[in-house]
Structure formats: structure tokens, C-alpha cells
Nanobody, 127 residues
Framework: QVQLVESGGGLVQAGGSLRLSCAAS????????MGWFRQAPGKEREFVAA????????YYADSVKGRFTISKDRAKNTMYLQMNSLKPEDTAVYYC????????????????????WGQGTQVTVSS
């Protein structure tokens, strides 16, 4: 069973920055793509960003493109989401996710393609 543990959420003013971390166990990190989703109150969980199993490709939702950067450190089995120029509409619970498709490098990610979720971390952006 893959375990994903997130950290780094919090309260920040609009225009500020936060970095989320996701520590992963097992061989997931070197075999499966990973990503971040978020869920705001009353809304469905939505895709934010993903990184391919090799780390060579990254994908972003249009709403965060140019502001967020996803990366991973294989030596530490940790994935990151650097969030800059935060907006109040970025307020949500952010979830680390491990995809179920080994060696997948494509751009299509949905909650249905996820095999394991982290516990979630709250990000609140005040105006």
C-alpha cells in the first residue's frame, strides 16, 4: 500500500507563495506519475498539476499555469508544488496523488486515474 504524506499548507495573503511537499513510500515514485488535485468547499475535486514517472514531463491546469511548479526529488522520494502569485480562488484542500498507470507520460489525469491519495492539506489565500 502506497503512503503519501503531505505538508506545507497554511494561510497566506493574495500574491504570496507556499510550497507543498508530498513524501511517498514504496516504488511508486519511480514507476508511476504523480500529481496534485484540489477541492474547494462545494466543488468537485479538480486536477492541478502532474509529473510523469520519469520526471521529464509536467502538466498544469490552465488556472495555475505560469504560477505553480511541480517537481520531485527521487533521492528523497518527495514531490513538491511551488505555488506563487496565489489568488483567493486557489483556496482549497490540496491532495497529493499517485496515478494507477505505470510508466504513463501522457497529459490526461482525473480522480478516476488515481490509485492513492494523501490526507490533504488546507491552503487558504486571503484577499
Amino acid at each position: 500500500q502506497v503512503q503519501l504524506v503531505e505538508s506545507g499548507g497554511g494561510l497566506v495573503q493574495a500574491g504570496g507563495s507556499l510550497r507543498l511537499s508530498c513524501a511517498a513510500s514504496g516504488r511508486t515514485f519511480s514507476t508511476y506519475p504523480m500529481g496534485w488535485f484540489r477541492q474547494a468547499p462545494g466543488k468537485e475535486r479538480e486536477f492541478v498539476a502532474a509529473i510523469s514517472w520519469s520526471g521529464g514531463r509536467t502538466y498544469y491546469a490552465d488556472s495555475v499555469k505560469g504560477r505553480f511548479t511541480i517537481s520531485k526529488d527521487r533521492a528523497k522520494n518527495t514531490m513538491y508544488l511551488q505555488m506563487n502569485s496565489l489568488k483567493p480562488e486557489d483556496t482549497a484542500v490540496y491532495y497529493c496523488a499517485a496515478d494507477r498507470r505505470p510508466y504513463y507520460s501522457g497529459s490526461y489525469y482525473t480522480p478516476e486515474s488515481i490509485a492513492s491519495w494523501g490526507q490533504g492539506t488546507q491552503v487558504t489565500v486571503s484577499s
